[in-house]
């Protein structure tokens, strides 16, 4: 299990934060095995765990310098040197090891991941990006970018990618192998200011989300979507 947290420090009269991330063992009365920290003022947008073809167990982070939630999941101003930080984990001797592997470059603010079998799936502002882990770098493998607004969360139920965005409530896509992109199936026809949601029934298309004024709502895609 692993749980992000923040903590600010003062230096030279200056207010910073660090983010960390920490490893916590639940047979052990979830007791902390790992204690990592980032670069001042670098805050964790997403993260995702990811298990690559060759059975490698990789924590994966989407990073930004000096990001700020205002309004939240949008894409901050003040952003600089969005990225991908990937890490390994193992454990030896009762230890548990986690190192850095690589750090991609991006465009902009990775604001949701999730894996997707051996791959990674991200959100990169409005487009949507599938990559493969391949020599300890990011290989693109597909983009789509028909979406309209920032992407919030990411969902996923076997081959079902559930998208919700910060103006466009929900859509619901499939990755297309033989084409190498991204089939838009179904999307939600109210718009919405989303800022979470829960992937309720991946069979169904059930989603739940909350947007920024406090409403609740579930949407249901049209079975013959699902």
Not at 46 to 63: H, P, Q, V, W, Y
Not at 143 to 149: A, K, T
Request: glycine share 6%.
């Amino acid at each position: 299990m692993g749980i992000l947290t923040e903590g600010k420090v003062r230096v030279e009269e200056k207010e910073v934060w660090v983010s960390k991330f920490f490893i916590l063992n639940p047979a052990k009365e979830y007791a902390m095995e790992k204690n990592v920290a980032f670069e001042t003022n670098e805050k964790v947008l997403s993260m995702s765990a990811l298990s690559t073809k060759d059975g490698k167990n990789l924590l994966c982070f989407g990073c930004c310098i000096g990001h700020t939630n205002f309004p939240p999941n949008s894409v901050s101003l003040t952003s600089r040197f969005p990225s991908i930080k990937v890490y390994s984990f193992e454990k030896q001797n009762e230890e548990l090891l986690v190192n850095l592997l690589f750090s991609y470059p991006l465009d902009n603010p990775p604001t949701a991941m999730e894996s997707y079998f051996s791959q990674l799936l991200v959100g990169v502002g409005r487009k949507l990006m599938l990559y493969d882990i391949y020599k300890q770098k990011l290989v693109v493998r597909a983009i789509s970018d028909m979406l309209s607004s920032p992407i919030c969360t990411i969902h996923v139920d076997e081959e079902k990618i559930f998208i919700t965005q910060v103006y466009e409530s929900f859509s619901l896509m499939k990755f297309n192998p033989k084409n190498k992109c991204f089939d838009l199936i179904g999307q939600d026809f109210i718009d919405r200011f989303t800022t979470c949601a829960c992937l309720m029934d991946g069979e169904a298309g059930v989603m739940a989300g909350g947007d920024k004024f406090g409403n609740f709502y579930v949407s249901k895609m049209s079975e013959s979507n699902c």
